[in-house]
């Protein structure tokens, strides 16, 4: 089946260390994006790349990092650098034009820092 | 500052009875406006998109409707089911490059037995 594929689900880290969040679609899609969860928050725009090799910063793209080496896949790494890293990270793909392109989401990913 | 405010934050309706949320926003210039579904711990699946010409739009018992002149939207469910129980995401797009996304911070619905 198409779709948005993200790993791990959940995923615990110690302060201090990196972590790489994967994102993989098989939907064609050209864009891709990563959103950031907090409770009782609206989603937060991380990273956004609407081409393959080429990204833009969201509205917190601070102490996160992208690339985009292939159409399929958009890794977010969260650096130490990131000071409240603990959220739910939502990955999605867009169909269609820009200004009525249908979003697709993943089933997100968990971090947990300890 | 673009903003999408929606209400009430939670709601609790018995299995069968309808209800209405509500999204306001000040997003400039509109887009279009989109309604998803998130269930606990899931990605959003979206119900319905709005562009600026459109007053009601259905996705099977959920009913979304736009005033675009008072930058209103609702979003009814009629007859819920227990699997209605979830957060309801009001997201508006404003025209400019980059299809910029204000999402709301959502309902929380729990339909009870």
């Known amino acids: 089946d198409g779709g948005i594929t993200q790993s791990p689900k959940y995923l615990f880290r110690k302060e201090g260390q990196n972590v790489t969040l994967s994102c993989e679609q098989n939907?064609?899609?050209?864009?891709m994006y990563w959103y950031r969860q907090d409770p009782g928050q609206g989603l937060r725009l991380i990273y956004y790349s609407q081409i393959v090799n080429d990204f833009q910063k969201g509205d917190i793209a601070e102490g996160y990092s992208v690339s985009r080496e292939k159409k399929e896949s958009f890794p977010l790494t969260v650096t130490s650098a990131q000071k409240n890293p603990t959220a739910f990270y939502l990955c999605a793909s867009r169909l269609g034009g820009l200004n009525t392109g249908e979003l697709f989401f993943g089933e997100g990913s968990r971090l947990t820092v300890l | 500052k673009n903003q999408v405010e929606q209400s009430p934050q939670s709601l609790i309706i018995l299995e069968g009875k309808n209800c209405t949320l509500q999204c306001n926003y000040t997003v400039s210039p509109f887009s279009n406006l989109r309604w998803y579904k998130q269930d606990t711990g899931r990605g959003p699946v979206s119900l319905t998109i709005?562009?600026?010409?459109?007053n009601t739009k259905s996705n099977g018992r959920y009913t979304a409707t736009l005033d675009a002149d008072t930058k209103q939207s609702s979003l009814h469910i009629t007859a819920s089911q227990l699997s209605d129980s979830a957060s309801y995401i009001c997201?508006?797009?404003?025209?400019?490059?980059?299809?910029?996304?204000?999402f709301g911070g959502g309902t929380r619905v729990l339909v009870k037995p």
């Open positions: 939907l064609n899609h050209d864009a």
């Open positions: 709005m562009t600026f010409s459109e």
């Open positions: 997201v508006v797009s404003a025209e400019a490059a980059g299809n910029k996304l204000t």
